[in-house]
């Protein structure tokens, strides 16, 4: 069936290094993903998206990047802050609206 | 920049009790969501809304759970007898399109505690 899932559940980085998340998707025909991000007591808060026209879009100190060849994603974070210490969710069109568990960004001060 | 709102931040009910947590999506948004999630676990889908009707639900949303547009700015969900086991923060998303072609905005939630 299809499915989007993250490749780590945890991920700790030291506050100034740039983070890696990735992501893998299994269905071909996935035009549409979506990047989001959940604080402790808040919402998932969209981040970035990209389209499969595209191998790369960035944002203000976010990168995603489009494997279509493996079905992979990867959101970077450039210069991790503590404010991005989050759960992080990739998310695709053909999911019928769900989210996976997510990778947990921890900072390390 | 716009946001989804909900209101109230934090409700308590007791069992058997009717709850309608309510959502303000974004202005110019067409499509609605409600979202659930069970303190540690996933943000689990229940039922996504388009020109006044539910276009999509899960096996999670029942007989007892219904949504409505009651006007043009408010979205609301409501469970008619809640169960313990409803306890969970419900988020509402709008989206300008839909899932397919753009991103959800969600709300920062409502903490339902059913006693």
């Known amino acids: 069936g299809e499915s989007v899932g993250l490749h780590l559940p945890t991920l700790s980085v030291q506050e100034g290094d740039n983070s890696i998340i990735n992501c893998a998707y299994s269905n071909s025909a996935s035009d549409y993903f979506i990047w989001y991000k959940q604080e402790s007591g808040k919402g998932p808060q969209f981040i970035i998206d990209?389209?499969?026209?595209?191998d790369k879009r960035q944002g203000q100190r976010v990168t995603v990047l489009l494997n279509k060849t493996v079905k992979h994603l990867s959101l970077q974070i450039a210069a991790t802050q503590p404010g991005d210490s989050a759960v992080y969710f990739c998310a695709g069109p053909m999911e019928k609206l769900t989210f996976g568990t997510g990778t947990r960004l921890t900072i390390i001060p | 920049e716009p946001e989804v709102t909900q209101t109230p931040s934090h409700q308590v009910t007791q069992m058997g009790q009717e709850v309608i947590l309510r959502c303000v999506p974004i202005s110019n948004h067409l499509y609605f969501y409600w979202y659930r999630q069970i303190l540690g676990q996933k943000v689990e889908f229940l039922v996504s809304?388009?020109?006044?009707?539910?276009?999509?639900k899960s096996e999670i949303f029942d007989d007892q759970f219904s949504v409505e547009r009651p006007d043009g700015s408010n979205f609301t969900l409501k469970i008619r007898s809640t169960k313990l086991e409803d306890s969970a923060m419900y988020f509402c998303?709008?989206?300008?399109?839909?899932?397919?072609?753009?991103?959800?905005?969600f709300g920062n939630g409502t903490r339902l505690t059913v006693t």
């Open positions: 998303a709008s989206s300008e399109q839909g899932s397919y072609n753009s991103p959800l905005h």
């Open positions: 990209i389209r499969s026209n595209m």
């Open positions: 809304f388009y020109n006044n009707e539910i276009s999509e």
